[in-house]
C-alpha cells in the first residue's frame, strides 16, 4: 500500500499553487473514493481527513469573489498510484 497527503502544502508537482486543499473539497473526495468503494470500484480510500485552523483563499463558485475557507489535509491509500 502507498500513502499520499493531499494539501499538505507545496510539491514540484503544486506548479505555483499553495499546496493547500479546502476541507470542502475534501469531504467531497472523501465521500466519492467511499461510494465508489462501495460500488467495487478499484479507487484510493480516504484513511484520515484533519482540518485546521489555517485558513486560505478561493473562487468557490468561479464567479471571480474569493472567500475564505478551512484548510484540510487528506491521507489517502491506494495499493500503487
Not at 2 to 19: H, I, M, N, V, Y
Not at 41 to 57: G, I, N, Q, W
Request: glycine share 6%; hydrophobic share 40%.
Amino acid at each position: 500500500w502507498e500513502l499520499q497527503l493531499k494539501g499538505a502544502g507545496p510539491t514540484p508537482f503544486s506548479r505555483a499553487a499553495d499546496g493547500r486543499k479546502v476541507l470542502r473539497s475534501s469531504i467531497r473526495e472523501l465521500l466519492a473514493s467511499e461510494a465508489m468503494h462501495a460500488l467495487r470500484l478499484p479507487t484510493t480510500r480516504a484513511a484520515a481527513l484533519v482540518s485546521s485552523d489555517a485558513r486560505v483563499s478561493r473562487d468557490a463558485g468561479n464567479n471571480g469573489q474569493l472567500r475564505e475557507e478551512r484548510c484540510a489535509v487528506l491521507a489517502r491509500v491506494a495499493r500503487s498510484f
